[in-house]
């Protein structure tokens, strides 16, 4: 089964699969975006276009040390995505009773994470195209930034997959705020599954920082995603 069927079958697996499902889909593919039709892209679409090539040049740059190439793709990241609005949106209620060290702490092993879901699933995928199909504004005033995934390699009936990217922008910068794919939103789906952790944990942040710490850490080992039911 591809990669693509997994996520198209996402829905159906356990909510901890889901997630990295999910984020192995939206963060790591390398989209390649297909030719747009003439109508003029909106700054949005052209944000989404140029950056997701700007991110792949540096992940395929060969001529940098892996860890320099990995720090810059991090500074890449982190000026692509608001990941820190993101990580206190999915930390949910649990943001108002931690202490600010721990929202300190869950920011960044919530960045940590994110990027190396990127870094470690990139060689996953060759040869997709992302193409841009249109956008839409909120009335929060962000852009809904629609496109369609195309893969070469699945079956006839499932090559084309609609991902849709948030985009926000304050005082002039654009961020990516959250993805969509199969009709959820990443962050909401991630905000409900950290909150189901934190209600079996004791509404422990730190407990939910270390638990993405070992996730991260398997991840850049190359080793296997832990599955729910594993001790932490």
Not at 25 to 50: G, H, K, M
Not at 90 to 108: D, I, M
Not at 111 to 126: G, H, K, N, P, T
């Amino acid at each position: 089964m591809t990669n693509l069927l997994a996520t198209r079958h996402a829905k159906q697996a356990t909510p901890a699969r889901r997630i990295v499902l999910m984020m192995a889909l939206l963060l790591a593919l390398p989209f390649t975006f297909a030719a747009q039709s003439a109508r003029a892209a909106s700054p949005a679409e052209t944000f989404i276009d140029q950056n997701v090539q700007k991110g792949l040049s540096i992940l395929a740059d060969k001529s940098l040390p892996e860890q320099a190439r990995r720090d810059k793709f991090r500074s890449f990241l982190l000026g692509l995505t608001d990941l820190k609005r993101i990580a206190l949106f999915t930390l949910g209620p649990a943001k108002r009773t931690a202490s600010e060290a721990e929202k300190a702490a869950f920011v960044n092993a919530f960045q940590d994470f994110a990027v190396s879901i990127y870094e470690s699933r990139l060689s996953s995928y060759s040869g997709q195209t992302l193409k841009v199909t249109g956008s839409q504004s909120t009335s929060r005033g962000d852009t809904i930034v629609n496109t369609t995934l195309i893969d070469p390699h699945a079956s006839s009936s499932d090559q084309n997959l609609p991902v849709a990217f948030r985009v926000s922008n304050s005082d002039g910068k654009m961020v990516v705020i959250d993805v969509n794919v199969l009709g959820v939103w990443l962050a909401i789906e991630e905000r409900d599954q950290f909150s189901s952790f934190l209600g079996d944990h004791g509404n422990s942040v730190p407990a939910l920082v270390a638990h993405l710490k070992e996730l991260t850490a398997r991840m850049r080992a190359g080793g296997p995603l832990p599955t729910p039911g594993q001790p932490q």
